[in-house]
């Protein structure tokens, strides 16, 4: 049981834009920073959002964060096939003093 | 451009202690980041391990504290995880990532980049 929720599966179609929840608890999302990451299938998570919506250099501006309150979100824009992955909420929380991720959520481009 | 890559055995026996290795290239050890330990259960989700300061402090998840063991070499630029006890259950791929951790104010700004691509480590007698 992750202390961040998120859905476990999303889709849209090429060009459509998608967005994925992440719940938490004022102990993480209400308190501290929402990261995003990614992860294609076979290879390593990478960072996509930091401090709620900051994009890492590289990352495409189709992929932005948000943050209101105990939630956050990770919108994607003019969806392509090479979005299809897994997509992990994660941040600190104070009540663990540790860092915590959401389950993850397998986005599929249909 | 900073790189990290894993080393270590691949299989691990029950009861006994894994021990991995990261290997940091393209910057030190001794700048001033963390450096964090996270693994994968198979076809599972994320979960951190631990994170070592450059310092040579730590923190730990408070679920696998007690078996958790970070350290670094600084004349090898790397830093390792020893994991003691191990049972099926840590059969995993785990990764190391520089951990970029910040408290503001009462806020806390922590998240890890870049990765290492990974090693799998199976315990299994």
């Known amino acids: 049981q992750s202390v961040l929720t998120q859905p476990p599966s999303a889709s849209g179609t090429p060009g459509q834009r998608v967005t994925i929840s992440c719940s938490g608890s004022?102990?993480?999302?209400?308190?501290?920073?929402v990261n995003w990451y990614h992860q294609l299938p076979g290879t390593a998570p990478k960072l996509l959002i930091y401090?709620?919506?900051q994009r890492p250099s590289g990352v495409p501006d189709r992929f932005s964060g948000s943050k209101s309150g105990t939630s956050a979100s990770l919108a994607i824009s003019g969806l392509q096939s090479e979005d299809e992955a897994d997509y992990y909420c994660?941040?600190?929380?104070?009540?663990?003093?540790?860092?915590?991720f959401g389950a993850g959520t397998k986005l599929t481009v249909l | 451009q900073l790189q990290l890559q894993e080393s270590g055995p691949g299989l691990v026996k029950p009861s006994e202690t894994l021990s991995l290795t990261c290997t940091v290239s393209?910057?030190?050890?001794?700048?001033?980041?963390?450096w964090g330990w996270i693994r994968q259960p198979p076809g599972k989700g994320l979960e951190w391990i631990g994170s070592?300061?450059?310092?040579?402090?730590?923190y730990h998840n408070p679920s696998l504290k007690s078996r958790v063991t970070m350290s670094l070499d600084t004349s090898k630029n790397q830093f390792s995880l020893k994991l003691s006890s191990v049972t099926a259950a840590d059969t995993a791929m785990y990764y190391c990532?520089?951990?970029?951790?910040?408290?503001?104010?009462?806020?806390?700004?922590?998240?890890?980049?870049?990765w290492g691509q990974g090693t799998l480590v199976t315990v299994s007698s």
């Open positions: 990532a520089r951990n970029f951790h910040l408290r503001d104010g009462y806020i806390i700004r922590s998240w890890f980049d870049p």
């Open positions: 994660a941040g600190w929380d104070d009540s663990l003093n540790g860092v915590v």
């Open positions: 070592i300061y450059y310092s040579g402090s730590t």
């Open positions: 401090s709620n919506k």
């Open positions: 393209g910057g030190s050890v001794t700048t001033t980041y963390y």
């Open positions: 004022s102990s993480n999302i209400g308190n501290n920073t």
